[in-house]
Antibody, heavy 120, light 110 residues
Framework: QVQLQESGPGLVKPSGTLSLTCAVS?????????WSWVRQPPGKGLEWIGE???????NYKPSLKSRVTMSVDKSSNQFSLRLTSVTAADTAVYFC?????????????WGRGTLVTVSS | SYELTQPPSVSVAPGQTARIPCGGN??????VHWYQQRPGQAPVLVVNADSDRPSGIPERFSGSNSGNTATLTISRVEAGDEADYYC?????????????FGGGTKLTVL
């Protein structure tokens, strides 16, 4: 079973850039499935941010598209999220997740999540 | 974009059946996935593709989907089932698939 682990700074200043990485183990980032990021503000629900394929093709939530960039690093077997111009509204637990079937089923593998706080 | 509506909370006594609805426009034509999330933990897929149970998920968890409502049913509810539950679809009506989650339902076991 694929295992995922998020890493990155837990504190980002307003107007700055949030950068997170998700390490993939028990499988390859080159597997034929999409790799997603999902976030959850404190006390609130889940929000899909976007997804990336090992070819570099990506899809983003329209309302975040102007600020989001995702990438894949095959040599390190990981994928990354970059969110620019952050505000307090971007404070959330960020999860990486995937559907290992590759057929747009539910996310059957999740990282533990990492809390990112936007504050000066 | 597609919207999913869930009640904020559902309460049920131990041993009874909990039904958690997820509403959406003609959701019966979509494929719905359900997650359980306990406090401080990552979500866990409990029902995939409307009614399939992933390996390791108790048979007490089941799903259905028809018309404008999908439903997660938990039979013989136990104290350990107390958690937040989210429905999820892939909206393919646009240029590319977009993940959409319901707002979540907190299941309280009385």
């Amino acid at each position: 079973q694929v295992q995922l682990q998020e890493s990155g700074p837990g504190l980002v200043k307003p107007s700055g850039t949030l950068s997170l990485t998700c390490a993939v183990s028990g499988g390859s980032v080159s597997n034929p499935n999409w790799w997603s990021w999902v976030r959850q503000p404190p006390g609130k629900g889940l929000e899909w941010i976007g997804e990336i394929y090992h070819t570099g093709n990506s899809n983003y939530k329209p309302s975040l598209k102007s600020r989001v960039t995702m990438s894949v690093d095959k040599s390190s077997n990981q994928f990354s999220l970059r969110l620019t111009s952050v505000t307090a509204a971007d404070t959330a637990v960020y999860f990486c997740a995937c559907d290992t079937t590759g057929y747009y089923n539910g996310f059957n593998s999740w990282g533990r999540g990492t809390l990112v706080t936007v504050s000066s | 974009s597609y919207e999913l509506t869930q009640p904020p909370s559902v309460s049920v006594a131990p041993g009874q059946t909990a039904r958690i609805p997820c509403g959406g426009n003609n959701i019966g034509s979509e494929t719905v996935h359900w997650y359980q999330q306990r406090p401080g933990q990552a979500p866990v897929l409990v029902v995939n593709a409307d009614s399939d149970r992933p390996s390791g998920i108790p048979e007490r968890f089941s799903g259905s989907n028809s018309g404008n409502t999908a439903t997660l049913t938990i039979s013989r509810v136990e104290a350990g089932d107390e958690a937040d539950y989210y429905c999820h679809v892939w909206d393919t009506s646009g240029d590319h698939p977009e993940g959409v989650f319901g707002g979540g339902t907190k299941l309280t076991v009385l």
